[in-house]
């Protein structure tokens, strides 16, 4: 039995780790911003872990492993590295499969980083997630320790958390929903991409807590085959087409115009506009990745499992805007909400691009 600290662990990923170590025997204590009922073996303590007032008493604590699902600003993480390693035998560090720059072959961990291979100035100046990622991974290979796991996972998928290219939910399927235009990009669409179920990863990262061979060590933890958004989107489709008893409407826009409906240039430009292949040899070692959920069937799931009960995080109603505007469509003004909403989607709809 270990005890086992997860910071921010109610995503994707973390719910199934929780229980999955949980279910094996370990005590896991989970931050969340939300109260959580504890359970057996699972405490959930509500804070922010983020503030120091709050995580640095959980620190004093003895701790086999933590695992950190935060998403840090570099400067911040680098303040945090010494406590976060101090305080246990085993910190497992989520960083992302989008610190790769492009390769012809299947990614594996040696593969070059966008941060040591970029030569583009204006991208390498910022802190953006990839890069961020990246610098926070070589904070912990210059700490002078080694009782670290660096984890690099892709584009991971649950009932909860369904992306398209670099749309979530909430910029997609609410449109569907709703009865109109799913907006997307005909040149990410023809990109491969790897999409993982969201209990597979977390499968991976259980198997790597408390393994002495994983100090040190960076793995990615991806399904081996591969897809493109086209086909992503169909599954999809099929799943909505079943449930509205009509075929979605979909419209493919040029880059230029997509750019202007969702404004994440360098995750487009550094990510999904590139090929995602991955070589899984690595993790094999401690997770069966041949018994990796198939897409076709977990994902459609994944999607008919949260029309059974929709509940959408926040809409961004200037891209709604945006997108409406691309379409010629209109949202019904009951849904904005409050007057602020529905003004900025006003705006942006009639007025301004």
Not at 29 to 55: H, K, M, P, W
Not at 118 to 127: A, C, K
Not at 291 to 319: G, S, V
Request: glycine share 6%; net charge neutral; proline share 3%.
């Amino acid at each position: 039995m270990k005890n086992i600290l997860v910071l921010g662990g109610t995503g994707a990923m973390g719910k199934h780790l929780v229980q999955l170590l949980a279910e094996r025997g370990d005590r896991v204590c989970v931050t969340t911003r939300a109260r959580r009922d504890s359970s057996a073996n699972v405490e959930y303590i509500q804070g922010n872990a983020r503030v120091d007032s709050f995580l640095e008493p959980l620190l004093e604590r003895e701790w086999d492993a933590i695992v950190d699902f935060m998403v840090y600003s570099t400067p911040i993480f680098r303040q945090r590295v010494p406590k976060l390693l101090g305080a246990t035998g085993q910190y497992v560090f989520l960083s992302s499969a989008r610190v790769y720059a492009n390769s012809l072959t299947p990614i594996q961990e040696e593969s070059p980083r966008l941060l040591d291979s970029s030569s583009d100035s204006e991208f390498l100046d910022t802190d953006e997630y990839s890069l961020a990622k990246a610098r926070q991974e070589d904070l912990l290979k210059q700490s002078g320790k080694k009782n670290w796991t660096i984890i690099r996972p892709y584009i991971t998928y649950s009932e909860q958390r369904l992306q398209l290219g670099v749309l979530e939910k909430e910029a997609w399927l609410y449109r569907s929903l709703q009865g109109r235009t799913i907006v997307f990009s005909e040149d990410i669409a023809n990109k491969l991409t790897t999409l993982t179920y969201g209990l597979d990863v977390a499968g991976g990262i259980a198997g790597l807590i408390g393994e002495h061979g994983a100090l040190g060590e960076v793995y990615h933890i991806t399904h081996g085959d591969s897809h493109s958004w086209c086909h992503v989107l169909d599954v999809y489709l099929k799943v909505l087409e079943k449930h509205l008893g009509r075929p979605p409407t979909v419209t493919l826009l040029d880059m230029e115009r997509f750019l202007r409906c969702k404004r994440a240039k360098y995750q487009v430009k550094y990510d999904r506009m590139f090929d995602r292949t991955f070589d899984n040899t690595k993790i094999a070692q401690y997770v069966h990745v041949n018994n990796f959920q198939p897409l076709e069937h977990r994902l459609a799931r994944c999607l008919e499992k949260f029309l059974e009960k929709p509940e959408f995080l926040a809409i961004d109603w200037h891209t709604e805007a945006i997108m409406d505007r691309c379409c010629g469509e209109v949202a019904s003004l009951r849904e904005p909400g409050p007057w602020k909403q529905k003004f900025k989607y006003l705006f942006y709809r009639f007025f301004k691009i």
